[in-house]
């Protein structure tokens, strides 16, 4: 039998056709609207541009337009412009080691235009006319003379108009916004002497002037007071240069927000860099917060492969255990030259304090001694720490002032108590689950409280540890999730809010549910906005500090997928910031009140985040960690 014979069905393999391949490839390479405004931006740096100017349309799909002052093309290059592969960055696989270009694959035009419609226009210096090419999915539409000024423009329409699957699992509005005011900014970082403007349908999102200076960028982008928290890091050796700015330790966010890395000019993301600056930090930060760094590394290109992914975010480095530990190092040394002692000012008051006033003639038991919280009307900077009447100025009898942290009173943790114990008994819903638990309230013994922190009390012949504040977060929590109506309250003084380009993107997208919660959020300035009402859940606020916190954790998460893990997100951050705190003083009788609610929650063993609320030792246990037989 021949083979012939034994293939009924024929041929199966064959060559795909061109507009199929860079469908495909374009995949790779276009992921969003905001991977095309990556690629022609890195195509405008390497025509050595001074200016780029960037115009969205809708959320990038409508349109996308790319303005630049760079050398333009000629009426040649234009037109071999889209064709795969075609590039002047490199000419043989040698130049793949020296590569300082940002583009160097020449698929970025040909796969935008295999997925979208484009119009490009250029001109070079020293021409009469510029040339405009139109190209689409299926090639070339025309090539024809335009008059247009020195540089180029590309104008992006209809973004994965022949791909609609794709275009069909795009993110919100909001959210392709926010990815592509990333992409601007980390370039504006990396290139602090070329002048960026973001437009999204015709209002100026973004502007960042042309400096010198990359801290004047992050000024522009990030706002004056995550610019104050910054110390300068300079490093050299002979694998790498490291420069830029790390925060100290005051600031800090859940997620690398505030991350941005440069390998000689070119934006990238790096797990190993920044696990690398994280442990330069070491036990200065809390464990899950992430540092902000601003870092440009200059590395010879022969120890860095950037052909790695197509989109060109990552990239991997020879010798980068070397490189690892000399970034830790880096890190080091630059908080090692600064003092660290955060700068609290005091009409911030982040951290309250109390002073305690006494005689230093007297003996400590005999001393009278007076609390003032300089949260109190009593405290202003203007109070007089020492009394100076002749009585009392003797080097005997001196006036002394000790200052402490602050402790909440015992009013402060029964008003929030009360108010969660109201909103229980309010909640007449049928659906709460009964606890299989083998024991009930009555039949906890209550011993105290232990660093104003943790409850020690015992249940069922058990030694129990009860977090207070992970206890009430919890009943907070399910209380909020109950609640049709939360109402709301006007804040006296209204609560400005500056935020970053990023972050003020980010905002739109949870002002529907802050708004429906009781937060009334409007536009204030140019890079701020301001709440004028509250949830009443958070009852008297004494500290309206507490509104910038609530939105600061919600954008340190960023987007989240549904309106329904949005709506839970916001309900767990409000239960932590109305919860009873850590350092707030407890009696008895609140300790009792705070277990008996916590008994009638459905879920009584850990907080919203998923944090223990309890933890229980065995009279065993016990034995075991005093080594008893």
């Not at 992430?290 to 120890?303: G, R």
């Not at 001393?367 to 003032?372: C, H, M």
């Not at 909440?408 to 969660?420: E, G, I, M, N, V």
Request: aromatic residues 6%.
């Amino acid at each position: 039998m021949t083979d012939k014979a034994c293939d009924i069905r024929g041929p199966q393999i064959r060559l795909l056709d061109e507009s199929t391949i860079n469908k495909i490839a374009a995949g790779e390479v276009i992921e969003r609207p905001a991977s095309v405004v990556k690629e022609l931006i890195e195509n405008s740096i390497d025509a050595h541009a001074t200016e780029v100017r960037v115009e969205i349309g809708g959320y990038g799909t409508k349109s996308m337009l790319v303005v630049d002052n760079g050398v333009g093309m000629s009426h040649t290059d234009a037109s071999m412009a889209f064709k795969k592969h075609a590039t002047s960055k490199i000419s043989n696989i040698d130049d793949l080691d020296h590569i300082l270009t940002m583009g160097f694959r020449g698929e970025a035009l040909a796969s935008i235009a295999s997925v979208a419609k484009v119009e490009l226009v250029t001109r070079q210096e020293g021409e009469i006319e510029g040339t405009k090419v139109v190209v689409d999915s299926s090639g070339i539409k025309n090539i024809s003379s335009a008059g247009t000024a020195v540089g180029t423009t590309i104008l992006v329409n209809d973004l994965f108009y022949s791909t609609p699957a794709r275009k069909k699992y795009l993110k919100s509005a909001r959210t392709e916004i926010a990815h592509i005011v990333d992409v601007v900014s980390r370039n504006c970082l990396a290139h602090p002497d070329v002048s960026f403007t973001l437009l999204v349908d015709g209002k100026v999102t973004l502007k960042s002037p042309a400096s010198a200076k990359m801290l004047d960028s992050i000024v522009h982008l990030y706002g004056a007071d995550v610019a104050r928290s910054l110390v300068p890091l300079e490093y050299g050796s002979h694998l790498i240069e490291i420069s830029g700015y790390i925060s100290k330790p005051e600031l800090t966010r859940s997620g690398k927000d505030l991350q941005v890395f440069l390998i000689n000019g070119r934006p990238i993301f790096s797990k190993q860099i920044s696990n690398a600056v994280r442990l330069g930090y070491y036990t200065l930060i809390p464990k899950g917060r992430y540092p902000a760094a601003f870092l440009n590394f200059t590395i010879d290109p022969v120890n860095i492969d950037v052909n790695v992914h197509p989109a060109k975010r990552e990239v991997r480095l020879g010798h980068e255990k070397e490189i690892e530990r000399m970034i830790i190092s880096a890190v080091e040394d630059a908080l090692g030259k600064e003092s660290l002692v955060p700068e609290i000012e005091v009409s911030k008051k982040d951290s309250p304090t109390q002073s305690r006033f006494y005689h230093t003639g007297s003996s400590k038991s005999e001393r009278t001694e007076k609390y003032v919280s300089s949260d109190s009307p009593a405290f202003s900077e203007h109070t007089s720490i020492l009394d100076t009447s002749p009585d009392t100025t003797s080097k005997s009898d001196m006036i002394r002032e000790e200052k402490e942290s602050y402790h909440y009173p015992a009013k402060d943790t029964q008003r929030r108590l009360k108010r969660s114990e109201r909103l229980q008994i309010s909640d007449n819903s049928d659906d709460v689950a009964e606890l299989s638990i083998s024991f009930s309230p009555s039949d906890v013994k209550v011993h105290g409280q232990y660093a104003d922190l943790y409850i020690i009390c015992e249940m069922d012949g058990k030694l129990i540890l009860i977090d207070q504040h992970a206890a009430h977060e919890r009943i907070m929590y399910e209380q909020v999730l109950s609640m049709q109506d939360m109402g709301w309250q006007e804040l006296i003084t209204p609560v400005a809010l500056e935020l970053s380009q990023k972050e003020m993107v980010i905002i739109e997208e949870f002002i529907p549910q802050l708004e429906e919660m009781g937060f009334s959020i409007s536009e204030f300035g140019p890079r701020s906005y301001v709440v004028t009402t509250v949830p009443s859940i958070f009852g008297k606020l004494e500290n309206t500090d507490v509104v910038h916190d609530i939105i600061s954790d919600l954008l340190s998460v960023g987007r989240v997928k549904e309106d329904t893990e949005r709506y839970d997100l916001l309900c767990s951050t409000m239960a932590c910031r109305a919860a009873i705190k850590a350092g707030a003083v407890c009696n008895i009788g609140q300790m009792d009140d705070l277990i008996r609610q916590l008994m009638r929650c459905k879920n009584p063993f850990t907080c919203p985040h998923g944090r223990p609320t309890m933890i229980s030792f065995t009279r065993d246990e016990l034995g075991k960690i005093f080594k008893r037989t």
